[in-house]
């Protein structure tokens, strides 16, 4: 056990001993943000929070010493077997979760009722977008004293404004400053004005000041045991703990709060069905800066184009970044600082050339499970090991092709008509067009435990109580009916916020 471990969390001992008003699993972005939540409510409440992993990084990993990039592809792992047509990304096993490398999209969702959400959930949500926003540190720009970034951010504004009508994709937007993404640059990040937000801090703030809160790390949850439709204890790598009378928050993600729910033996048989997703296609180019009527100094935006395809009936929309970077030695640190998709060796590399304005566009879009027993995307369970299959269909097929010539038409709209290059697989620049943009990965992952009415048509009720279970919630993506395209999670933190104040 680290010394941090040791100095802020506590141990199985110390923990099997209590009774707590709520035990959460997983001390990710959204169980740290209904901890955070239920103290503003209610300060006395008694918490647990439960995570697999140990403390890992203090902060975002952008807000931290670049030296430390690396760790962004080994950190995490995939406890699961992926079957079939495309695997999804690993967990993040530590405090934090994915919260520790997340790139801080947070578009707000739109056409829910349409996606199938019932409507008084989402009226309900109305009073969470604000202060689910304001948790964030919600943003529409990456302006700081370094990046004033205007005339690029003017142009490329007007670029995709302009050329909106020749994206076959495209949705209509009122007004050209919708186009600046909604970026969560981290109230809490150490005091920061500008940074990725990370719940590690929230969490460690809640610890520092001697909130109820107690935290137990390296503690993997196996599976309930139940009584009476209820659960009676959890079932732990250190032990079991006694749920007496503590509410249950599953926050550990999708396909993990599954697994703990089919091992408990799940009278249910939806659990695990309906499982969608994200796939992605991204490409971008250079275009030389004799081009444009630019300042020498640092230059980044970040815009979100919203799409829909109406003859497939699938939402996407399309992440683009664009950045003339003329010092690029000096201004490294502030490249990795501030962009949303730049955590990664390669990506930074992608803008190291003094000569260039670059345009990084990173599409994505929904593939989708059914919510019945016929789902061809679902987690399984064999030989005590989940299963997560994913078989794309037609229309999934036919969503990837749409993708992907959203990213060439988007390109069309950037260039508008100057020459330009396209990145290749190796991250260099040349004029032939790439074959294959697609990215292996998929995202995202949404839907295997979805709220509904009735226990026929759904897992969860519309408080994200498992309908089988009296004092077990679902919390973000896991309870989605259906996920859309946008990026969840300022959608998970507002269902996070949501369900602490029925709770409370
Ligand atoms: C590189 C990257 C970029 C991303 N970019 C964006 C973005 O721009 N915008 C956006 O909206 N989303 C983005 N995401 C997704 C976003 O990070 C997730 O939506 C969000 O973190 C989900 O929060 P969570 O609390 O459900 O899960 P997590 O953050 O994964 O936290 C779950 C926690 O539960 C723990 N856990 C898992 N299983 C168990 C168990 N059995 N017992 C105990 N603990 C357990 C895990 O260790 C983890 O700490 C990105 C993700 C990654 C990896």
Redesign the pocket.
């Known amino acids: 056990m680290s010394f941090i471990n040791e100095k802020y969390f506590s141990t199985y001992e110390e923990v099997k001993a209590q009774e707590f008003d709520f035990i959460v699993?997983?001390?990710?972005?959204?169980?740290i943000a209904f901890m955070n939540k239920v103290l503003s409510l209610k300060p006395k409440s008694k918490i647990l929070m439960?995570?697999?992993?140990t403390f890992f990084l203090p902060d975002h990993i952008q807000n931290l010493p670049k030296a430390l990039i690396d760790l962004?592809q080994t950190a995490g792992t995939r406890p699961w077997e992926s079957d079939g047509d495309i695997a999804f990304?690993p967990?993040?096993?530590?405090?934090?979760?994915?919260?520790n490398?997340?790139?801080?999209?947070?578009p707000m969702p739109y056409n829910l009722k349409e996606l199938g959400w019932d409507d008084s959930f989402v009226k309900e949500l109305q009073s969470e977008w604000q202060p689910a926003a304001d948790f964030l540190g919600r943003r529409y720009n990456l302006v700081t004293a370094e990046n004033s970034c205007e005339q690029l951010r003017d142009l490329t504004r007007k670029l995709l404004t302009e050329g909106m009508s020749k994206i076959d994709t495209g949705l209509m937007i009122e007004h050209p400053n919708q186009f600046d993404s909604s970026i969560a640059t981290g109230r809490h990040s150490a005091n920061r004005p500008f940074g990725k937000f990370s719940p590690v801090s929230v969490l460690m703030q809640a610890v520092a000041d001697k909130k109820s809160v107690m935290v137990l790390t390296d503690?993997?949850?196996k599976k309930f045991q139940t009584s009476g439709g209820k659960v009676t204890a959890i079932e732990t790598s250190l032990g079991s703990i006694d749920a007496k009378k503590a509410q249950i928050v599953l926050?550990?993600?999708t396909l993990?709060a599954t697994e703990?729910v089919l091992q408990s033996g799940s009278e249910n048989p939806l659990v695990g069905k309906n499982l969608s997703g994200h796939i992605r296609s991204w490409l971008g180019i250079r275009v030389h800066k004799k081009y444009f009527q630019l300042d020498e100094v640092f230059q980044a935006g970040a815009f979100y184009v919203p799409g829909y395809d109406t003859k497939l009936d699938r939402y996407l929309h399309t992440h683009v970044s664009s950045v003339y970077n003329p010092f690029p030695e000096r201004d490294i640190d502030l490249l990795y600082q501030i962009l949303?998709d730049a955590?990664m060796r390669e990506s930074i590399a992608t803008y190291m050339n003094p000569d260039y304005v670059v345009f990084e566009l990173h599409t994505m879009g929904e593939f989708l499970g059914t919510p019945d027993m016929k789902s061809p995307n679902h987690i399984s369970m064999k030989d005590g090991k989940m299963h997560v299959n994913v078989t794309f269909e037609k229309d999934d097929e036919a969503t990837w092709d749409a993708l992907d010539s959203t990213v060439f038409q988007i390109i069309e709209v950037l260039a508008d008509g100057k020459p330009f290059e396209y990145q290749q697989a190796d991250n260099s620049y040349a004029k032939k067009k790439p074959e294959r943009i697609r990215n292996k990965g998929a995202?995202?992952e949404s839907g295997t435990l979805w709220m509904g009415i009735s226990d026929k048509d759904s897992v969860c009720n519309l408080d994200g109580r498992l309908h089988h279970l009296i004092n077990v919630y679902g919390?973000?993506?896991m309870l989605f009916p259906r996920p859309g395209s946008w990026?969840?999670?300022?959608t998970?933190v507002a269902m996070a916020f949501n369900l602490a104040r029925k709770l409370c």
């Open positions: 699993i997983g001390a990710g972005v959204y169980g439960i995570e697999k992993g962004n990304m967990q993040i096993p530590f405090v934090g979760g994915r919260g490398f997340w790139n801080g999209w947070i503690c993997l949850v926050a550990c993600n993990e703990i949303p955590s995202v995202h919390t973000g993506g990026n969840p999670t300022y998970g």
